[in-house]
Every structure is written in structure tokens, then in C-alpha cells.
């Protein structure tokens, strides 16, 4: 039938941009279906953004550095301080307390491969066992890579990023029963004296920052504060043609007003960058595939947003904060907390508003969220991501239950009357419109609904697909096993077991459907199976293991209606 041939030609279509879309990713091509930017309805005029770059942090610091060496004074020393946490291992530079290296200690870097059957030979290779385990590394100054959290003052001979800081002496590991462990260091310039104090909690991703600004010198000051992330343009390695786990950076602002929008350094390298500049809520960030870091200053203060070039291939990113006059031997101080970890949904919406939007879920965000959050629940009773994936979708195949019977008995009536529409097409075969008119009288008569076989394709296609967007998604899944040979749900099946049995279970299921009754359409479904299973290949193994579930229960399900719900009549 030519409206179920439509249908099929559409599933395989969206399979093929689903492939394509990995293999432009891989090489560093725009996504279709994670956009780099999102576009704004309203444009800052390159008049407003010239008088704002003004204002930014890299210009002021440039002159300000170059005042801080006093002559006579006593050198200081400089010093990289680590401070350890139960989650962090941190490396705070005392030369302008810029922190340049941070270490997630529970989350393993995934091993990228140059080949797709690299990873089938490391099941049988005594040389993994052998390579040590590497963590995640988020704030790196490396050949490689610039990814760094700077602060300090503005608006006069104040200390800066640049400037030299003293650390006090203290802990520098959580203890056991320790709730925390903090860094203090201070920094003089000009009378000014900048205190920052991080401090950093056992199991929680959030360095809270805080900089006292005391004023020894006799005149009022008004300084401000400010925080960016710095970040290099290079685009990173892949992790494969058809990896989930695909490495991106990008810089994000979000504002009550504007809400969220996600950012690219091309942009920002010709300026043309649009976001919001001011606001008094809200966050800056870095984007990268799982985790982010976010500068969020506290509610209801005032803030300038900024994006900038700082230097070839290196941008930033962050807020300028003013604090006030500052009379003559006053201290007055600013607090702000810098997020730097997991993008784990159930976090990031406690932390601050809008900051679960940097979970990127796609197109189809409206059905993945509520996906994400029913496997959620199931997995708190579970506790392993695979074997929710198989609960979670017989719950989606008995919520589907009644569809699918309909449209399994509209399937087994179309083929009943397949030589009376045979017939029709014979008779009319050279006047097209008369033939569309005759058969759709047939439906009529019948009683047949020509949609009601493709309705369970048709239901299920939003859900594979939004599923993908969740295993690209969720740093909850990333690394998750299964059982035996899967240990990451976010990456292909390496013995590719699963889309055998995927390829066996679809034929099976072709099988027990009623033939259709159009040659070409038939020739179709048998081929589906083969097609198929070679793209699973490449497929996150989390939606194969659910495409592979739903094949086993439809066969199931196809026998039940078979042999119980279709009448006699319209059995073959």
C-alpha cells in the first residue's frame, strides 16, 4: 500500500540523517539536530558592543598588570596550590589565583578510538587491563588545550588576574569528617587589598568564591568584580564516527529576560556575537558533551555580560559586578558560586534557574524530558540504567497495547480485501485519480482505516528518536553498564551481539505481520531487518537494547493478536 511504503521510506530517511548527523559531528561540521547557537529575535548593535568591550576585564587588566610591580618590594613567591576533595582535585595558581586545572575524581575520560574495531580487540587485549584509567580533566592551560577561571578588580590600580597572590597556610585535603576545605589568598596593589577565599564541600560540584576588597588608601574607591571563563576555539577530538561521546565546547549566557542561548567562537571572533549584556539574575558558562561550568553571581545583583577575544584562538566569556563606593579603610565584600561538573539534570535544577538547559536534548526536547524523567524513577528502584531501559519500554509497549491491536487488525482486514484492491488497480490502472477515488470507496465499504498499520511505527519513531537525544544527553547514562560485554550505554555495542539479535528478532516480526500486499513494499520489509542492523552498528548500544526489547515483545504481542484478538475471518 503506497501510504505504509511512504511511511517506511520515511523511518529509513530519518535513520540515514541520524547517521549522517554523527559522521558531520565527527568531523567537525555543524549538527543538524544540536544547532550551535540559538538565534535571538533581538540584535546588539556593533556601536553598543564596541562601548562594552571597553568595560571588560582583558583591556583594564593589561594596563593594571603592568602597574603592579612596586619597585623595592619584596618578590613573591609563586606557587601552583592542589587542593583534594571526595569529587576535585583543583590546582590553584598563585600568580593571580587563577584556577588552571581541575580534576572530576568519579568520572573516568573516555578512551577515544581511531578505528571501529579498535574496541572489539581490546576484549580480548591483556594490554587494556594493562592502561591506566584517566579522570576527567575540566580546567586545563596545556599545548592542547586553554580552559581556565580567572577574577579580580576593575576600575583602577587594583589586583587583578595578573597579579601576585600570597596563599595562607591551611589544609589543603578534605579530611575525613571534614565538611570542607578552604584557600585564602591575598593580593595588595595600590592600597587595595583583594582577599579571595574559595571554599570548596565534600560531594559538591560548587566552589563557592568570594573576594573582600579593603581600602588602605585615603580616597573612596569603586571598583567591580569579575569572573570569566576562559576557553580556546579549537574544535576537539572526536570520539568516532558514531560516538555518543563527541566532544564540543561553547560558551552559554543566560539571563531572566532572554533566557537561555548558547553561543559559538566564530562569532565571537568577528564580534557578532548576540546576548543579553546586562541583567540582574542568571549565569555564564562553558558548554562541553556531559559537563559544564557555570559562573552564577547571586540573585537580584546587578551584572554586566560579557563575551570577548583575549587573544589568538582564546575567548572569554563572564560578569562584571560593581560593589560600590569603598570609603577609606572599608571592606565590603561580593560572593559567587562557580559550578564546575556533571550536567545531572536532578543538580542543575537546584542550583540555579535555567541551568538544566545546558542538557541539550535536541529538536524533540518536549518528549525527551518526560522520557528522562520516567526512567529516572524507574532507575531509583533499579539502580542499573540497562535494565531500566528494558522496564522502560515494556511500559511503553503496554501503553502502546491498544494501538498496536488496532493497528494490527486494520492490517490483517487490508490483506483480506488485497484482491479486491488488486482488482481496482487492474481496472483503473490507466486513469489514476479514478483508481485513488474507487479505493478509498473500498476503504469505505470495508471499514478499513489505510493509517492503522503504520500508527505503531508511526508512535514509536518520536520515542526512538527522543531516546537517542537522552543516551546523547545524559551524563547519568555516560559510562553506564549493562551487563557482560556492555559497560557504556552511551557507546555502540563493541561485539555488535545486539544488533544481531535486533536483525533475527525484526525478521521474526516480519514474519508474523500480515504480507503486504504490494510486491515492492514486500521486498521492502525483508530487507528492513539487514539495513537496519548494520546502522545499529553504530548506534549508542542504550537504544539498540531498547529497539531490541520492543522486537522480542512485539513478537509476543504479534502472536497474542494472531491467535486471540483477530477474527477467524480475517486471518490469512
Not at 172 to 193: F, I
Not at 194 to 221: P, Q, S
Not at 363 to 389: C, D, Q, R, S, Y
Request: aromatic share 10%; net charge positive.
Amino acid at each position: 500500500m503506497d501510504i505504509k511504503r511512504t511511511v517506511l521510506w520515511i523511518i529509513f530517511s530519518m535513520s540515514l540523517l541520524l547517521l549522517w548527523d554523527n559522521w558531520a559531528r565527527h568531523t567537525g561540521k555543524a549538527s543538524m539536530f544540536f544547532p550551535g547557537a540559538n538565534q535571538q529575535t533581538q540584535q546588539n548593535t556593533k556601536a553598543s558592543a564596541s562601548a562594552n568591550a571597553g568595560t571588560l576585564p582583558a583591556a583594564n587588566v593589561a594596563a593594571a598588570a603592568a602597574s603592579n610591580a612596586v619597585p623595592g618590594a619584596p618578590e613573591i613567591k609563586r606557587e601552583v596550590i592542589t587542593i583534594t576533595t571526595d569529587v576535585f582535585k583543583a590546582d590553584i595558581d598563585t600568580q593571580g589565583g587563577e584556577l588552571k586545572r581541575l580534576e572530576l575524581l568519579q568520572f573516568k575520560a573516555a578512551v577515544h578510538h581511531d578505528h571501529w574495531y579498535e574496541p572489539f580487540l581490546e576484549l580480548f587485549s591483556s594490554k587494556k587491563a594493562a592502561q591506566p584509567s584517566q579522570n576527567i580533566v575540566l580546567f586545563d592551560q596545556s599545548a592542547k588545550r586553554t580552559y581556565l577561571a580567572q577574577s579580580g578588580l576593575i576600575g583602577g590600580n587594583f589586583p587583578n588576574h595578573k597579579s601576585a597572590f600570597v596563599a595562607k597556610p591551611g589544609v589543603r585535603t578534605l579530611t575525613d569528617g571534614a565538611k570542607q576545605v578552604q584557600l585564602e589568598l591575598e593580593s595588595e596593589v595600590g592600597g587595595v587589598k583583594l582577599t579571595k577565599t574559595l571554599t570548596f564541600k565534600r560531594g559538591d560540584y560548587i566552589i563557592d568564591v568570594r573576594h573582600e576588597i579593603t581600602n588602605n588608601t585615603t580616597a573612596a574607591i569603586t571598583p567591580s568584580v569579575y569572573m570569566q571563563l576562559l576557553h580556546d576555539g579549537t574544535k576537539p577530538e572526536s570520539g568516532g564516527m558514531f560516538s555518543a561521546t563527541g566532544e564540543f565546547y561553547a560558551p552559554a549566557v543566560y539571563s531572566e529576560a532572554e533566557k537561555f542561548q548558547k553561543l559559538e567562537f566564530e562569532k565571537i571572533e568577528k564580534n557578532t556575537a548576540s546576548h543579553a549584556m546586562k541583567a540582574d539574575s542568571g549565569w555564564v558558562a562553558m558548554l562541553q558533551h556531559f559537563f559544564v561550568s557555570a559562573v552564577i553571581p547571586a540573585d537580584k545583583t546587578q551584572r554586566d555580560i560579557f563575551t570577548k577575544k583575549i587573544d589568538t584562538n582564546l575567548y572569554a566569556v563572564g560578569n562584571i559586578l560593581p560593589v560600590g563606593s569603598v570609603a577609606p579603610g572599608a571592606t565590603v565584600a561580593n560572593d559567587l558560586r562557580l559550578y564546575s561538573g556533571p550536567q545531572s539534570t536532578a543538580s542543575l535544577e537546584k542550583i540555579a534557574p535555567g541551568l538544566d538547559l545546558v542538557k541539550d536534548y535536541g529538536m524533540l526536547a518536549f518528549i525527551a524530558k518526560p522520557l528522562f524523567w520516567l526512567m529516572e524513577l524507574i532507575h531509583n528502584v533499579i539502580g542499573n540504567w540497562g535494565w531500566t531501559i528494558v522496564v522502560f519500554t515494556i511500559a511503553i509497549k503496554l501503553a502502546l497495547f491498544p494501538l498496536s491491536a488496532a493497528g494490527y487488525r486494520s492490517m490483517a482486514k487490508m490483506k483480506v480485501v488485497t484482491p479486491k484492491m488488486q482488482a481496482v488497480r487492474e481496472r483503473y490502472k490507466n486513469d489514476p485519480q479514478k483508481m485513488n477515488q474507487a479505493m478509498m470507496e473500498l476503504y469505505k465499504t470495508e471499514k478499513i482505516n489505510p493509517l492503522g498499520g503504520c500508527f505503531p511505527i508511526l508512535v514509536q519513531m518520536p520515542i526512538f528518536l527522543a531516546l537517542y537525544w537522552v543516551l546523547q544527553a545524559s551524563v547519568e547514562m555516560r559510562g553506564a553498564p549493562w551487563m557482560g560485554w556492555i559497560t557504556d550505554l552511551t557507546a555502540p555495542d563493541p561485539l555488535f551481539i545486539l544488533p544481531v539479535i535486533y536483525a533475527i528478532s525484526m525478521f521474526i516480526t516480519t514474519k508474523l505481520n500480515p504480507a503486504p500486499a504490494d510486491p515492492v513494499q514486500a521486498k521492502m520489509m525483508m530487507f528492513m531487518p539487514l539495513i537496519f542492523s548494520v546502522m545499529f552498528f553504530f548506534f549508542p548500544s542504550g537504544l539498540v537494547l531498547y529497539w531490541v526489547v520492543n522486537n522480542i515483545l512485539s513478537i509476543g504481542q504479534q502472536w497474542v493478536i494472531n491467535n486471540k484478538m483477530i477474527p477467524p475471518e480475517h486471518k490469512a
